[in-house]
């Protein structure tokens, strides 16, 4: 066999070996790759700063932060929802039975039903509204309507938290606060609370058996919406 041509067959012979060889090197030598996406994850990307309201724990501490934990929390922490995502289960199991709803008032009934759609589902007994709390949170969407930019936050602009806010409205057993922004209607802010942990957990909350729910648009055109939920 000609020279060139053993030299060819040999070099072919070697690259297949070290291919092969390639497959069988332990994960030390070629790298673990990416690990798939977590559904946490995947959620946070389709809904930033979904991170989950101020907890029913929350209540058990009734002072007011200090002024600097007045701006909204990073992601991780008590952020709330600011976008509803694309993909979600409450909406599409829940919206499908509402009736057409308009004005806030009915934006805000509407919130309230499936709020107990999905308690229903939980095993959990369905809220009933309390004006109080309404009122409460109604006053919190209306302020944070007047800041722009998506602005959200759990804290009053005088620092105040929820719990603060149900007190001066004559309501003595808050149990937790969802708040969220720029989602379109109650179907779809719904769907973004359900698909974050903390606001989820606000919701199927058994322990909670009132609620108020509050709906005000903002400088930017956006419409704030709020959850306040009572454990008497």
Same mark, same amino acid.
């Given at each position: 066999?000609?020279?060139?041509?053993?030299?060819?067959?040999?070099?072919?012979?070697?690259?297949?070996?070290l291919?092969?060889?390639?497959?069988?090197?332990?994960?030390?030598?070629?790298?673990?790759?990416?690990?798939a996406e977590?559904?946490?994850? $995947?959620v *946070? +990307?389709?809904?930033p700063g979904?991170g989950?309201?101020?907890p029913? !724990?929350? =209540? /058990?501490?009734? #002072?007011?932060?200090?002024?600097?934990?007045?701006?909204?929390?990073p992601?991780?922490?008590?952020?709330? $929802?600011? *976008? +509803?995502?694309?993909?979600?289960t409450?909406?599409?199991?829940?919206? !499908?039975? =509402? /009736?057409?709803? #308009?004005?806030?008032?009915?934006?805000?009934?509407?919130v309230i039903?499936?709020?107990?759609?999905?308690?229903?589902? *939980?095993?959990?007994?369905s809220?009933r509204?309390?004006?109080k709390?309404?009122?409460?949170?109604?006053?919190?969407?209306?302020?944070?309507?007047k800041?722009?930019?998506?602005?959200?936050?759990h804290?009053s602009d005088?620092?105040?938290?929820?719990?603060?806010?149900?007190?001066a409205?004559?309501?003595?057993?808050?149990?937790?606060?969802?708040?969220?922004?720029?989602?379109?209607?109650?179907a779809?802010?719904?769907?973004?609370w359900?698909n974050?942990?903390?606001?989820?957990?606000?919701?199927?909350?058994?322990?909670?058996?009132?609620?108020?729910?509050?709906?005000?648009?903002?400088?930017?055109?956006?419409?704030?919406?709020?959850?306040?939920?009572?454990?008497?």
């Amino acid at each position: 066999m000609p020279p060139p041509v053993a030299l060819g067959l040999s070099v072919t012979a070697l690259l297949a070996v070290l291919g092969i060889g390639a497959m069988l090197l332990p994960a030390s030598f070629t790298g673990s790759g990416t690990p798939a996406e977590l559904p946490a994850a $995947a959620v *946070a +990307a389709l809904a930033p700063g979904a991170g989950g309201g101020v907890p029913g !724990a929350g =209540a /058990a501490t009734r #002072s007011a932060p200090s002024a600097t934990t007045a701006s909204p929390a990073p992601p991780t922490a008590r952020s709330s $929802a600011k *976008a +509803a995502p694309k993909k979600t289960t409450a909406k599409t199991k829940t919206a !499908a039975t =509402a /009736a057409p709803v #308009s004005g806030r008032e009915g934006q805000e009934n509407e919130v309230i039903r499936l709020v107990n759609v999905e308690r229903g589902r *939980a095993g959990c007994g369905s809220l009933r509204l309390n004006t109080k709390l309404r009122t409460a949170i109604r006053l919190h969407v209306q302020e944070l309507g007047k800041h722009g930019g998506l602005y959200i936050s759990h804290v009053s602009d005088d620092g105040r938290t929820f719990v603060q806010r149900a007190e001066a409205q004559g309501y003595d057993d808050p149990g937790g606060e969802n708040v969220a922004r720029g989602q379109r209607d109650a179907a779809d802010v719904m769907a973004s609370w359900m698909n974050s942990a903390g606001h989820r957990a606000n919701i199927l909350n058994c322990g909670f058996k009132a609620i108020g729910v509050g709906v005000a648009k903002g400088v930017d055109g956006s419409l704030v919406w709020g959850q306040i939920f009572g454990r008497s």
